[in-house]
T-cell receptor
Framework: IAGITQAPTSQILAAGRRMTLRCTQDMRHNAMYWYRQDLGLGLRLIHYSNTAGTTGKGEVPDGYSVSRANTDDFPLTLASAVPSQTSVYFC?????????????FGPGTRLTVL | GQNIDQPTEMTATEGAIVQINCTYQ??????LFWYQQHAGEAPTFLSY??LDGLEEKGRFSSFLSRSKGYSYLLLKELQMKDSASYLC??????????WGAGTKLIIKP
């Protein structure tokens, strides 16, 4: 593993199904983030974590949950998917939460909810 | 409230210079980032400004005026590979990034 990885690369999901997007980093970064990116809109923060064991809500957290059991992994779960959650999801990490730290992004997961 | 604005699309010629502007409004400011994002790929870091002035890094430079809530990214000697979206984002008082929608830059030969 080099940097930050996400799985799956893409997924088509029926509405109402549960889905977990996986994210793993090997940079020993303390802070991790989940964003969604929709056409015509900027990246929007869903949830973040500033260290293992702690998480926080971002701008658009409804319908999503996260956990941070260890430093490397930060999965995002959609408990019951809805079509408005169709988006490209990016996981990112930075050394610390403080805003001057460069964020490194995973390759993204393209999710379609039908 | 907070907001950030940048042009949706710009076109420039290979070898030329282009300036991409970004304006923002916020009550708490802790720096401004520029990222590059090629189509279908993840954003990658270009620059960070926290003090007023120009930061130069090779063909790319970034400028910040905190009093005016204004930044620009200057790309010199444009190459075809510079065709991408350029995202500006500022860090708010909670140290979270607030992102613009991105400027799609099209380079023509």
């Amino acid at each position: 593993i080099a940097g930050i990885t996400q799985a799956p690369t893409s997924q088509i999901l029926a509405a109402g199904r549960r889905m977990t997007l996986r994210c793993t980093q090997d940079m020993r970064h303390n802070a991790m983030y989940w964003y969604r990116q929709d056409l015509g809109l900027g990246l929007r923060l869903i949830h973040y974590s500033n260290t293992a064991g702690t998480t926080g809500k971002g701008e658009v957290p409804d319908g999503y949950s996260v956990s941070r059991a260890n430093t490397d992994d930060f999965p995002l779960t959609l408990a019951s998917a809805v079509p408005s959650q169709t988006s490209v999801y990016f996981c990112a990490s930075s050394a610390e939460l403080a805003g001057y730290n460069e964020q490194f992004f995973g390759p993204g997961t393209r999710l379609t909810v039908l | 409230g907070q907001n950030i604005d940048q042009p949706t699309e710009m076109t420039a010629t290979e070898g030329a210079i282009v300036q991409i502007n970004c304006t923002y409004q916020t009550s708490g400011f802790n720096g401004l980032f520029w990222y590059q994002q090629h189509a279908g790929e993840a954003p990658t870091f270009l620059s960070y400004n926290v003090l007023d002035g120009l930061e130069e890094k090779g063909r790319f430079s970034s400028f910040l005026s905190r009093s005016k809530g204004y930044s620009y990214l200057l790309l010199k000697e444009l190459q075809m590979k510079d065709s991408a979206s350029y995202l500006c984002a500022f860090t708010d008082s909670n140290y979270q990034l607030i992102w613009g929608a991105g400027t799609k830059l099209i380079i023509k030969p």
